[in-house]
């Protein structure tokens, strides 16, 4: 295995701290060789064992497996939903639930291979941007390895739960008056200053690897197949590319056959990949200010868009934008149809589906996967300002 830069094919060993190409600033990505997974898989172990991110360790980049930091993750419910697929029109619809990780979000995947990597790489102390999900991940993995953690937030944007998570946990945690992107850019200079810390921002390609097994569980869960579509809400953009990914490689072993057709979502208010891919445009144009009530997925200039942009072309899907309104709405129905609480920016992509449908760009009788990625209680505000509020009645019988 080594890394590779997406842009201009340069390799590099995999123990080096590169967050981007040094040669072109492209991003990087950890390749395989396909005969060296093949020769180290035991086929037999992975049709017996429980799914769970450590149990694809062969496909991870880890060198010194004694240093895993781990609480648990992966191994999430694909619940099938068949009220849902009704009202949105597939035959077969099933939701990936994320927010069973340890700390209600798929950002643990990621994190639990980062800090494993920034401990073989003899970081003292890791460091993130957040809208929430990725510093209450980190926090909580750094402080299971006994590492500093410093996150940069967007002042008075990260919802209640994200944040109540990020300061239990004990990150020295800084609130930027700024967006979400200027906190990113702001992390990047102190990372690329201080050699000390460690950034474990999605432009990290260790994390990305631990995000494939989203790919990786959703065919083992499926019985070693592969759907016909998988729907992702795209903030940041690097989960699409990395569940993409997972598919890819479990292709390329015989493990499983094809790709499923990836299909990215986005908010109205923050959809410059999905301009780019229905503008036929390789390149992204960001968004100045980005809106909307998925504060997940709030983001203008997403650092992973080239990534995304490739995931999608290269498996034949398209991307769509939703509405605020849309995307309570298919928050309610996942709740109230199939007993599933996610946050905002999950509930984009059943949105996402069903206008997708509508507009005939996914058959009947397919079979999709939407990826739910946070759990409701991230964001309890928002539930509760969404819904009917209790009726209130004296305390007594009659
Ligand atoms: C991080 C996150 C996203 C966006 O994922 P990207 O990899 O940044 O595209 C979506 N939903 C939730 C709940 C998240 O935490
Ligand atoms: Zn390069």
Known sequence: MQLECIECGSKFKINERFYTCPKCGGLLEVEFEPSELKRKLNRKRLRAEPPSVWKYHTF???LDESKIVSLGEGGTPLYRC???AREVGVQELYVKFEGGNPTGSFKDRGMTVGVTKALELGARTVACASTGNTSASLAAYAAKAGLGCVVLLPRGKVALGKLAQTLVYGARTIAIKGNFDQ???LVRKICEERKDIYLLNSLNPFRLQGQKSIGF?????LGWKVPDRVVVPMGNCANIWAIYKGFIEFDAVGLTRGIPVMMGIQAEGAKPIVDAIKGGLDKFKPVKKPETIATAIRIGNPVNGPKAIRAIRRSKGTAEAVSDKEIIKAQKLMARLEGIGVEPASASTIAGLKKLVR???????ECVVCVATGHILKDPEEAIRVSEHPR????KYR
């Not at 507009?359 to 009788?365: C, E, F, N, S, V």
């Not at 209130?392 to 305390?395: F, G, L, N, Y």
């Open 82 to 84: 068949d009220r849902l």
């Open 359 to 365: 507009g005939g760009a996914i058959k009947r009788d």
């Open 183 to 185: 906190a990113l850019a």
């Open 217 to 221: 569980e959703i065919a083992d869960q």
């Open 60 to 62: 991870m980049p880890i």
């Open 392 to 395: 209130e009645v004296p305390a």
